[in-house]
């Protein structure tokens, strides 16, 4: 006669059959979970590499800003405990030395090792688990095993904008779209754990840090940027700080639906992109330059050849626009291999670009490239760090970057981003225009009692210009600009959001104007067209 099991072995595997249960219920789609509590601000869920995830933003006693609580949905305190046995056994079948985990050429077979030695241990423990359950148990023990832990699961928040590691003693620190800076419920176990995360970015990309090399500037295979420091450059602990690339890319109607801009400021900006004018975006650090940048290139002609220049990939044009995009690299190790903006400027201008989009003018031969460029025939638009367009014209025209004064002209508009640092709105400040005297005459000036774009002076330097290369009249010109704005608060009536879905009616407009305006007019979805 067979014996019973032990009760020890029959309390595991009803645990195990609950932990089950409880993952299968947690593995629905994201969903937003509404407020509970009277300190609860915000509460939602998303999914990190198959793993459930409930967030909790709640305001807590004696603490001054919210706190961030993230919680792994299916894991109960049971199933924890039995995946950390499973951990502990991996660590143990699984001999590997920190050279092999280190070593950027190994990391491929080391991450298939790993991958096979979890896929063994969880079907050897959970041999009732479905494939999705597995799926999920896996990429737990990975993200816990070989990646970065709770780091790695908040970087799969789209809500996030930044994750800041100050020191093993601090929370986890992070910036959320809505709410702003928040702690979070994440610690790191000690300095040496932040210094081997820190190690394995750098791995992840074929770069170094060390006691020697104590800085690390990166950027991930998904445009996330990665800045790390040891001690004792930074006196108070080892810091990792993640800026992530937004996975959903702003486009001109959410700026005018959330207030960022006017409808009329956006159709005066679609009017210098249409007939090629040239563009610098200014502002501050985090006002949402580029942001700004990517949702006015959606104004391009489908027709022409557009080339993107950046550190971090955050520009993403619709599909169907002619676009190579280009990234800088960091030298490697040896100091080596570098390639820089100016470097990119230059090749650029031997791919025929109809238009060239510049990530940020830091540097004087940046600068100098990019005059030359507009000089020779092509539009331009770059970000630039300046707080107004009078100071964005002192500093292009002053030591280090010192452009000519005779030279600044050929930029059409300059447009300020400006952000709230109180309250963390980002607004369009200025939109203002370069006179032939190479000075900055305001057209439009953000008002912080109405929040509102109000007009500041009369345009005299970029109307005479539309009016020089289009051959049309102020009246025509009017007609045009009312025209556009009608166009984007359409979008924004109908709400089209999506990058592909407002570049599919921006190329309309180009191609088939008169269509598109019915639509317009009749206030109809766009894709009702059918045959017409």
Same mark, same amino acid.
């Given at each position: 006669?067979?014996?019973?099991?032990?009760?020890?072995?029959?309390?595991?595997?009803?645990?195990?059959? #609950?932990? /089950?249960?409880?993952?299968?219920?947690?593995?629905?789609?994201?969903?937003?979970?509404?407020?509970?509590?009277?300190?609860?601000?915000?509460?939602?869920?998303?999914?990190?590499?198959?793993?459930?995830?409930?967030?909790?933003?709640?305001?807590?006693?004696?603490?001054?800003?919210?706190?961030?609580?993230?919680?792994?949905?299916?894991?109960?305190?049971?199933?924890?405990?039995?995946?950390?046995?499973?951990?502990?056994?991996?660590?143990?079948?699984?001999?590997?030395?920190?050279?092999?985990?280190?070593?950027?050429?190994?990391?491929?077979?080391?991450?298939?090792?790993?991958?096979? #030695?979890?896929?063994?241990?969880?079907?050897? *423990?959970?041999?009732?688990?479905?494939?999705?359950?597995?799926?999920?148990?896996?990429?737990?023990?990975?993200?816990?095993?070989?990646?970065?832990?709770?780091? =790695?699961?908040?970087?799969?928040?789209?809500?996030?904008?930044?994750?800041?590691?100050?020191?093993?003693?601090?929370?986890?620190?992070?910036?959320?779209?809505?709410?702003?800076?928040?702690?979070?419920?994440?610690?790191?176990?000690?300095?040496?754990?932040?210094?081997?995360?820190?190690?394995?970015?750098? %791995?992840?990309?074929?770069? $170094?840090?060390?006691?020697?090399?104590?800085? /690390?500037?990166?950027?991930?295979?998904?445009?996330?940027?990665?800045?790390?420091?040891?001690?004792?450059?930074?006196?108070?602990?080892?810091?990792?700080?993640?800026?992530?690339?937004?996975?959903?890319?702003?486009?001109?109607?959410?700026?005018?639906?959330?207030?960022?801009?006017?409808?009329?400021?956006?159709?005066?900006?679609?009017?210098?992109?249409?007939?090629?004018?040239?563009?610098?975006?200014?502002?501050?650090?985090?006002?949402?330059?580029?942001?700004?940048?990517?949702?006015?290139?959606?104004?391009?002609?489908?027709?022409?050849?557009?080339?993107?220049?950046?550190?971090?990939? =955050?520009?993403?044009?619709?599909?169907?626009?002619?676009?190579?995009?280009?990234?800088? %690299?960091?030298?490697?190790?040896?100091?080596?291999?570098?390639?820089?903006?100016?470097?990119?400027?230059?090749?650029?201008?031997?791919?025929?670009?109809?238009?060239? /989009?510049?990530?940020?003018?830091?540097?004087?031969?940046?600068?100098?490239?990019?005059?030359?460029?507009?000089?020779?025939? *092509?539009?331009?638009?770059?970000?630039?760090?300046?707080?107004?367009?009078?100071?964005?014209?002192?500093? /292009?025209?002053?030591?280090?970057?010192?452009?000519?004064?005779?030279?600044?002209?050929?930029?059409?508009?300059?447009?300020?981003?400006?952000?709230?640092?109180?309250?963390?709105?980002?607004?369009?400040?200025?939109?203002?225009?370069?006179? =032939?005297?190479?000075?900055?005459?305001?057209?439009? $000036?953000?008002?912080?009692?109405?929040?509102?774009?109000?007009?500041?002076?009369?345009?005299?330097?970029?109307?005479?210009?539309? %009016?020089?290369?289009?051959?049309?009249?102020?009246?025509?010109? %009017?007609? =045009?600009?009312?025209?556009?704005?009608?166009?984007?608060?359409?979008?924004?009536?109908?709400?089209?959001?999506?990058?592909?879905?407002?570049?599919?009616?921006?190329?309309?407009?180009?191609?088939?104007?008169?269509?598109?305006?019915?639509?317009?007019?009749?206030?109809?979805?766009?894709?009702?067209?059918?045959?017409?």
């Amino acid at each position: 006669m067979r014996a019973k099991p032990a009760k020890s072995e029959r309390s595991a595997s009803k645990a195990r059959s #609950a932990s /089950l249960k409880a993952s299968k219920r947690s593995s629905a789609k994201p969903k937003l979970v509404k407020e509970n509590s009277a300190n609860q601000l915000d509460q939602y869920e998303f999914t990190a590499k198959e793993i459930p995830i409930t967030v909790t933003v709640s305001r807590s006693k004696g603490e001054f800003v919210p706190i961030y609580d993230l919680r792994v949905s299916s894991i109960s305190k049971t199933t924890e405990f039995l995946l950390e046995k499973i951990r502990q056994e991996l660590i143990r079948e699984v001999n590997l030395g920190v050279v092999d985990i280190l070593d950027a050429k190994k990391a491929e077979q080391v991450e298939s090792v790993f991958q096979e #030695a979890i896929a063994n241990l969880i079907q050897k *423990h959970f041999p009732d688990a479905n494939a999705e359950t597995q799926g999920f148990l896996t990429s737990y023990l990975f993200t816990r095993s070989l990646g970065l832990g709770n780091i =790695e699961l908040l970087m799969d928040d789209n809500n996030l904008e930044e994750i800041v590691v100050n020191q093993s003693s601090e929370p986890v620190w992070v910036y959320h779209k809505k709410h702003g800076w928040l702690k979070t419920n994440v610690f790191l176990q000690d300095e040496d754990q932040i210094k081997h995360y820190a190690a394995l970015i750098g %791995r992840r990309v074929g770069r $170094q840090i060390s006691v020697l090399q104590p800085l /690390l500037d990166a950027h991930l295979n998904e445009g996330d940027r990665v800045n790390a420091t040891l001690t004792p450059v930074s006196t108070a602990g080892n810091t990792i700080t993640i800026r992530r690339f937004s996975r959903d890319p702003w486009t001109i109607t959410r700026l005018v639906k959330y207030g960022t801009i006017s409808s009329e400021a956006a159709a005066l900006i679609w009017m210098a992109m249409h007939y090629e004018m040239s563009c610098i975006i200014a502002g501050g650090t985090a006002s949402g330059k580029t942001s700004a940048l990517n949702c006015f290139a959606n104004f391009f002609p489908p027709n022409q050849r557009i080339v993107s220049i950046e550190d971090t990939r =955050e520009i993403q044009l619709p599909s169907f626009l002619h676009w190579v995009p280009l990234n800088t %690299r960091l030298p490697n190790a040896e100091n080596k291999g570098e390639i820089t903006m100016g470097d990119l400027l230059v090749n650029s201008l031997r791919m025929r670009p109809d238009r060239i /989009l510049v990530g940020e003018v830091r540097r004087k031969r940046e600068a100098e490239t990019l005059f030359e460029a507009i000089h020779t025939g *092509h539009s331009v638009y770059a970000t630039f760090h300046a707080n107004t367009a009078t100071e964005a014209v002192q500093r /292009l025209t002053n030591p280090p970057i010192e452009v000519p004064p005779i030279m600044l002209p050929a930029i059409s508009l300059i447009i300020v981003q400006f952000r709230n640092r109180r309250s963390g709105q980002r607004r369009t400040f200025q939109v203002a225009e370069i006179t =032939e005297d190479s000075k900055a005459n305001v057209i439009l $000036q953000y008002d912080a009692k109405k929040d509102r774009l109000v007009t500041a002076n009369k345009s005299s330097a970029f109307m005479a210009n539309l %009016r020089l290369f289009t051959g049309m009249s102020d009246a025509e010109l %009017r007609k =045009e600009l009312a025209e556009k704005q009608r166009v984007i608060e359409y979008l924004v009536a109908q709400d089209v959001v999506h990058v592909d879905a407002v570049g599919r009616i921006i190329a309309e407009y180009y191609t088939n104007k008169e269509n598109l305006l019915k639509f317009v007019t009749a206030k109809r979805k766009f894709e009702d067209a059918g045959a017409e």
